[in-house]
């Protein structure tokens, strides 16, 4: 085996150390990070000789891939600790750089480092006569001098105890002084689509060179299937029959995809098998779920249907339960050894979701992170590292939207971070992460929010941009139209202001996310709920002037979509949207066994509505003597009359059905009903004259609707 020498570099008042790792100007060491230290050493010794990028970031970034600007950023820290006063670094503009002064190198005396493999060889060390053995490794074992044998008769048990003692306390003090192990982290992003429509709902999968994910083609509600490629971004669709289906998993052996269909039912998915280049899927026997994914070995598969999780072959046959969870399941993501999985639980209260984690035959079930999200907003829609060392996964913590990673696995030379890490926080949003095959990649997608208003021009029957700049959503009008509250999007901070937008007020701080706000007839107060703060689900009133909103719900009640009676002391408000949930901006759906309420702002009383029962978000008419109510699957707006209950009716009148109905408006003289379909093609905006008797039909007031 040849040596080669760890060698000292001098050059003007510098003196490098390769073997001590150190940079000296005027005999004092100079603080400088690895990684720049790497870069002055690779231009040191390839001094006078033009280094191209490439070649340089290939010797300081051998197992990674990063960006251009990393190198940039190596160069000019080298440049600011050599204070380049002698151009040591030479740029040539689009080739690379070069060290361009003398440097005078001399060997280290006590170190060597290994050029390349060879048979082991001894050596003889002039100095003290003792013997060094060199391997094909990097490690170097010494010959210790034999100490002469301890007498017995110093073996008492007082010096036993001592040397104990002193184990003792260096064990604990290397426990105190060892250093923490450097978490992963997200060096560089990179975009791989533009469209803007790319599905929220539907995971993302990859077999290592392409990305395949469900997106909606322009003004459609139906899903598409895509692929990627990593290195050219290049994107194409791959042709299926399903127009309705959502993203599952793909198979150990990347040949096929699991899918499931009608993603608008609540729970029971149809699960189907599509080969990765399309095609007609082939159904997955009788199987239906929210979610499933293959098991390790491709043999079977596992998948959540409401509360229980079952196990079925790779056929689907043989389905047996494994375990019955404490909400809805889905997210199921297998470690890499298969003996414990991970998924998402949805509580069926208040849709919040936790990660749950069990062994592969169902026993041990515990949740993940108890205690670290209150309330719990992470999902297990994460992914195990290549090696099993971490698991990443996508959590709201302290209102930031973060990727984060879990440590698997002990490292008894470092301390560990008993609790999830950042990874660092994105451009936007990042949801649903899956890594790559070797674990370098990771492949998410990214949500960046923003609330563009509109208003409609009743000339053109068109709608045109309205406060341009402002990004915002639920906006409410006084009743004189003179003002107008609004909710930040996505901050959620209650805003209020002159209808021209003039004069503003915030009105809501942290931790309370504002939303639907509501004017009181008088104008002076503002109602709204508190969508993902400390309580989510309660229901707050502020003065339009400003202070401290109160709190009006009981503790151990929830409501949602509150509004105001016309005389200004009742709070009508609905049942809060729980999963199953429907995606559309509406909220989802509620529980079947849900109610709207009425809240008396004088006596704290709280009565149901008669009949509402599988009703939300009620609006009452300006004269109080109609509600109108959506259903809970969103499909029907209703209305209740109260002359009609107190002439002995209590029945709620069927207005229009839909798709996805949404946010009924009454216009201010009581006579129109306008709301929004959600699901049809276009989302057009409906109205309803409303007399005596309720239309049969409602009208369009615009053919489509552009957010």
Known sequence: MEFKKQCIYEFGPFVLDSAQQVLLRDNKPLALTPKTYDALLVLVRNRGRLLSKAELMQALWPDS????????VQISAVRKALGDQQSYIVTVPGRGYRFSVEVNERPEAHAAEFADDGPSRIRETAESGSREWATSGSLALHEVPKLDPVPARFLRPAYVSVLCGVVVVGFLLFLWLRPALPPPRIVSYTQLTDSGRVDVLSDVMTDGTRVFFAAHPPASKAQRLYQASVFDKETAEIPTS???????????DHSQLLIGSSPEAPVDHPMWILSVLGGSPRRLADITGQDAEWTPDGKGFIYGRGTDVFLANSDGTGSRKLLTTPGFASGFRWSRDGRVFRFTVTNQTTSLNSIWEASSDGSHLHPLLSGWNDPSTETGWGDWAADGRYFIFASVHERKNEIWAIREKNDYLHKVPRGPVPLGIGPAQLIRPRLSVDGKRLFVISIQYRGNLFRFDAGSSQFVPFLVGLSAHRLSFSNDGKWMTYVTYPEGELWRSKADGTEKLRLTFTPIHADLPRWSPDGTRIVFMDKDGGRPGDIFMVS????????????GMSGDDPDWSPDGNSIAFGPQPTFPQVPTAAGGTTSPGAAIHILDLNTGRISDVPGSTGLYWPRWSPDGRRMAALSADTHQLKMFDMKMFDNGKR???TLASGATLHNPLWSRDGKT???????????PVYRLQIGSHCAATPRRTQRHFAH
């Open 65 to 72: 891939f990063v960006e251009e600007s990393n190198l940039t």
């Open 242 to 252: 399903l127009t309705g289906f959502f993203l599952c998993d793909i198979s150990p």
């Open 544 to 555: 339009a002037s400003g202070g401290d909103p109160r709190r009006l719900l009981p503790d």
């Open 651 to 653: 029945t709620w009148e």
């Open 673 to 683: 009903l306008y709301f929004q379909d959600l699901g049809a093609s276009g989302q």
